[in-house]
């Protein structure tokens, strides 16, 4: 059981999704429409929807005329998620490590933060290459990810929030490679609180640069927030690259 990546587990388990259910739906669905607005695809444009989860966004991009497909490792999720599967969204349980369809899609997206939990940078590689091998030549690829240097200045290391009568209690640290989340899970279902740990590679404009560059992608513009603000290192809260496949 030591040996069992973190997020299997947890990116299953209900409260998994209970925590993080309520983030800001008003601000993710904004972010798409302006991002959309800005990179112009054409009417039908496939697209792939790396760690989709439950499937929120695929389904925001397929009701904008896209052929969108999500994929995600949690078996949950993608359950949610068939049920609004149609002609032009579709869903599947997959593994972003491994390959998946090659040379097929215009544009990839993975959003907010769902990158930098495996345990080796050539897990890492394998995931941003299995990624490019899925554009078609000139296909884009949106990767949305925490700015480490504001993250480390705004760390809040400890709160507790209550969700539905479940307590959850919440610390966070880093060290010189990684972010730390330990969450502590309080349920009166439960006869003992349940205990997981997140854990979030700390991955510079730098590093993905070269990732990128290793699996034939070029970053064309990068931005700091959801309101496509000029990139600072110091100063924006995310890291949101837009990279172009060479060929």
């Known amino acids: 059981m030591e040996n ?3 997020f299997k587990d947890w990116f299953n388990s209900t409260y998994y999704h209970q925590l993080y259910f309520n983030r800001d739906q008003e601000e993710a669905s904004r972010f798409i429409d302006q991002l959309i607005e800005h990179l112009q695809p054409s009417a039908g444009a496939a697209m792939l929807d790396v760690a989709c989860g439950k499937g929120r966004h695929s389904i925001h991009l397929a009701e904008k005329g ?3 497909t999500g994929i995600d490792l949690s078996e949950d999720s993608i359950e949610v998620a068939l049920q609004y599967q149609t002609e032009t ?3 599947y349980r997959h593994d972003m490590r491994l390959p998946f369809w090659i040379n097929y899609y215009d544009f990839a997206f993975n959003f907010f933060t769902s990158f930098g939990y495996f345990n080796t940078r050539r897990e890492h590689d394998n995931a941003i290459r299995s990624i490019a091998q899925s554009l078609k030549p000139k296909g884009s690829f949106v990767m949305d990810y925490l ?5 480390e200045d705004h760390l809040v290391h400890q709160f507790d929030k209550e969700i539905d009568g479940v307590n959850y ?3 966070k ?3 010189e490679t990684h972010f730390y989340k330990k969450i502590v899970v309080e349920d009166e279902a439960l006869q003992e609180p349940l205990q997981y740990t997140e854990k979030v590679a700390k991955f510079s404009l730098g590093d993905f640069t070269e990732m990128f560059a290793y699996q034939g992608l070029q970053i064309q513009e990068v931005f700091g927030d959801y309101n496509f603000a000029n990139y ?7 890291l949101i690259m837009i990279a172009r496949k060479n060929k």
Do not use: E, G
């Open 232 to 238: 600072d290192v110091r100063k924006s809260p995310r």
């Open 4 to 6: 069992q990546p973190w």
């Open 89 to 91: 969204l579709h869903f």
């Open 66 to 68: 896209f052929d969108v």
């Open 173 to 175: 640290w880093f060290d």
């Open 169 to 171: 209690f919440i610390t």
């Open 147 to 151: 700015n480490v240097h504001y993250a």
